[in-house]
């Protein structure tokens, strides 16, 4: 999507990190931006932000309800007409540091249906209202543990990201038979310096786990080098910069972090040649291994 100037870019998760830097960006472009998210106050916070810059609207929304992605449809028609770019980019990590069977039913219902399900409410959503005008453009948000598989961030993450390439990939086959005017991107980022280490503040009731699980010497050692790993991470504005060239030049995969090839390839190296399977970058930075 070449000239973004007056149109609407629709954006989940976009209280904090990624997904506000975007929504600033978009503003800046001289779209109209609809902000979504679970956090009010943050949310509210992003739309005084944002307003400054253009015209921009904010609901909020809790993305694993399908009814609330639909009423965001229905917001944004309201406001602006009609939506040209979407980001479904609201996340959570998850607890770090434990095996896949050490989570609980809670914490892999939460993880995955933010990460995928808030995605596929947003595509089950946007995608009919984009193909009744032929055109626009649908930005997924995975990240680097989309393409890369380890053991520090949670099972939970790495399984809703890789979902999240795959339905991404799937979605720009369907396009580009049936609608070659509309684009889709899958956002893989490296780190990037943002909230996402508090993201138990927005884990709905439904989800909690009761009792809480034990923290161990050695989930406590992860989850420390993993907020020194994100506070260090790249500047959210600098990804929302990235976003918004790979959109102008409809570029399909986006990486925030050159060094994630390397492991990129490795991983395909592995599977090539049947041999085991290896660790991304973020196992790399938290145990220098
Ligand atoms: N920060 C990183 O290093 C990094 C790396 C790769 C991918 N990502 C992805 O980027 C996206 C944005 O994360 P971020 O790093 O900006 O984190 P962030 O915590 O700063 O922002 C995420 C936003 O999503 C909102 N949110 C959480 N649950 C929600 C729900 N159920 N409904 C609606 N909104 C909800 C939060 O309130 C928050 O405002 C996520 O999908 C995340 O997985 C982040």
């Known amino acids: 999507m070449k000239d973004l100037a007056g149109k609407t870019a629709v954006v989940t998760g976009a209280g904090s990190g990624i997904g506000r830097a975007m929504a600033k960006r978009w503003a800046?472009?001289?779209m109209n931006v609809v902000l979504a998210d679970i956090d009010e106050v943050a949310l509210d916070a992003a739309i005084t932000e944002i307003s400054q810059v253009?015209?921009?609207v904010g609901l909020p929304i809790?993305?694993?309800a399908a009814s609330e992605v639909e009423d965001l449809l229905a917001f944004t028609i309201d406001h602006f007409d009609r939506a040209h770019l979407?980001?479904?980019?609201?996340?959570?990590?998850?607890?770090?540091g434990h095996a896949p069977h050490e989570l609980t039913i809670q914490d892999w219902q939460w993880v995955l249906d933010v990460d995928l399900w808030g995605v596929i409410h947003g595509i089950r959503t946007f995608v009919p209202h984009l193909l009744s005008y032929g055109d626009g453009h649908i930005v997924n948000t995975a990240s680097q543990s989309g393409l890369t598989s380890g053991a520090v961030i949670s099972a939970a993450y790495y399984a809703a990201k890789h979902a999240v390439v795959a339905l991404s990939e799937c979605q720009f086959h369907d396009f580009s038979q049936r609608a070659p005017d509309i684009s889709v991107s899958v956002l893989c980022p490296g780190a990037v310096a943002t909230n996402i280490m508090h993201d138990e503040a927005h884990r709905p009731e439904r989800f909690q786990t009761v009792p809480?699980?034990?923290v161990t010497e050695h989930t406590e050692s992860v989850t420390s080098a993993?907020?020194?790993v994100i506070a260090s991470g790249r500047p959210a504005h600098e990804v929302a910069e990235i976003v918004h060239s790979a959109v102008i030049n409809d570029e399909f995969y986006i990486f925030t972090d050159p060094n994630i090839i390397?492991?990129?390839t490795a991983r395909h190296r592995a599977i090539e040649q049947r041999g085991?399977?290896?660790?991304?970058?973020m196992d790399t930075d938290v145990t220098g291994n």
Not at 88 to 93: F, I, L, M, P, R
Not at 276 to 281: D, F, K, M, V, Y
């Open 262 to 264: 390397e492991s990129i």
């Open 86 to 96: 979407v980001c479904n980019n609201a996340g959570v990590a998850g607890p770090p």
């Open 54 to 56: 253009g015209p921009a």
């Open 62 to 64: 809790d993305v694993t």
């Open 276 to 281: 085991l399977p290896t660790t991304g970058r």
């Open 212 to 214: 809480t699980p034990v």
């Open 226 to 228: 993993m907020w020194d």
């Open 28 to 30: 800046e472009a001289g």
